[in-house]
Structures are given as structure tokens and as C-alpha cells.
């Protein structure tokens, strides 16, 4: 029933299952969805970054895999692997600036009387802290110039740190007003023409006192505008949270201890221009 060849069959199979290792199987190994993530997001807070530095970072962080596999993981995710050639957006340049740069701005109050009131305001970008400028109903030359040497005395030494104002180009901002802020070494620069979202932060906060304030009550005149923003503006800057903070206002008091969970955490320097990623230990 049984051969010699059957036999021989039999033990040359135990011979080779027993010293056959398993055999891996061709291609890659597979990617995490881990790092794919990572991946995708090192591009997406970087978009000055190419596959190659996405990979150097990925290295640094302990992670070994092919530059070609980043570039195939950006390109199947519709991501450029190549950096973008264009220009900083204003966004990340006036985040680069925040620490010296100013932002001022006009918004309108219509009183219960059909009464049109020019609101002048300044807001640090860095802080989102803002200080109310001037409550006029007349908003001449001659008023924005006294406004503005009204704000540098009664400034508490922060306006020495400023270096740059940013403003739009409204006619309401004559020469002389500029003048003022360069005696002191602040450079004024014009939004271009029809662009809101250069001054993106001065617009925001016309939206937010609208929303909170003024289209919430009856204005009657000046003075009473003026003691609302008053008091409006000392709630937004002691009390109210904001997201680009933390959730945590211009002024905090007292300090709260934030803890980090994130296993991939991220460092920004030169004010959130670059960024450099790091693990907890």
C-alpha cells in the first residue's frame, strides 16, 4: 500500500517544513494610519513644506520609512508634495508680526435718533487687547490727529513695543495722523484696496462688539456710546475668552495651568513662522 517513494516523499515534506522559514510577503511593509495622519498634518500646518522635509521631520521624530512613501501618501491624500512657491498669506505674516503690530479701524452706531456715530479703535494683535480711540459724530482731520496723540499719552508704555500700525486706505486717515505714530518709530501700512481680510483681526472684533453689544440696546448719543464701549471694552479685555488665547482673555487673572496630553506636540518660534514638533516623554 505503501511504497519506498511514498516513503521518501513523506520525510523530503517534514524536511522542508521544518527548516522553511516563513516567507514575507513582496512590497512594502504597510503604513499606520498613525502616521499617515502625522503625515497629513505635518503638510497641513506646514504649507511651505515639501515631501523632503516633512520626511526629515518624521526621521527626527524616530519614525523610519521612504521619502517616496510621504510623496505617495501627500499625493493620494490631493496634497501637493511640493512647497508652495507664493508668498507668505497675510494671515501668517501678520501672526509673525503680532508681537509689534497694531491694528486700528472704524465701525458705525446709528442712534435711536437716525444719528450716525464713527467709532475709532486700536487692537494688539499679539494680545487681542483692544483700546477704545474716539466716539465722534464728525470724524475731520483734525480730530483723528488729536485722537492719536491722545492715544500715544495715555498709552502705559505698550506702545513703545509696537513697530508696525496696520489700517485701511479711508480717507478719514489723513497725513497727519500717520505722523504721529512715526514720531515714535511705528511704521503705518494700507491694507490693499478692497481687502478686508488684511485686516482680518480689527474686522473680526467689529463683529464681535456688533454681535455682543451694539446691535443688542438703544444708543442715544456719544456720551452714551462711549460709556457702553467703555464698559464692553473692559469685559472683552478682563473677562472674555478667546479662542487664539486659549480660551483665556487679554488680561488673565488669575493664571490657570494648561496640561498637555498630546503624544506629538508642537513648539512654534518666530511667532508661529515655523514650527517644530517634538513626543512627550
Known sequence: MVTPATLLRWHRDMVRRKWTYPQRRPGRPPISNEIRALILRLAAENPTWGHRRVHGEL????????????????????????????????????TAQAKTMLACDFFTVDTIFLKRIYVLFVIEVAT??????????????????????NLLLDADGWIGQMTFLLRDRDSKFVADFDTVFASIGIRVLQTPPRAPVANCYAER???????????????????????????????????????????????PNPEVISFERARITR???????????????
Open 128 to 149: 487681542r487687547r483692544v483700546h477704545l480711540v474716539g466716539v465722534t459724530a464728525h470724524p475731520t482731520g483734525t480730530w483723528m490727529v488729536q485722537r492719536a496723540r
Open 267 to 281: 513648539h512654534t518660534i518666530l511667532d508661529g513662522l515655523i514650527n517644530e514638533y517634538s513626543q512627550v516623554a
Open 59 to 94: 526621521v527626527g521624530l524616530g519614525y523610519k520609512l521612504a521619502p517616496s512613501t510621504v510623496w505617495l501618501i501627500l499625493k493620494k491624500a490631493g496634497v501637493d508634495p511640493a512647497p508652495r512657491r507664493s508668498g507668505p498669506t497675510w494671515k501668517q505674516f501678520l
Open 205 to 251: 472684533w467689529v463683529g464681535t462688539v456688533r454681535r455682543e453689544c451694539t446691535d443688542r440696546m438703544l444708543i442715544f448719543n456719544e456720551r452714551h456710546l462711549r460709556t457702553v464701549l467703555t464698559e464692553y471694552i473692559q469685559h472683552y479685555n478682563r473677562h472674555r475668552p478667546h479662542r487664539s488665547l486659549h480660551q483665556r482673555p487679554p488680561d
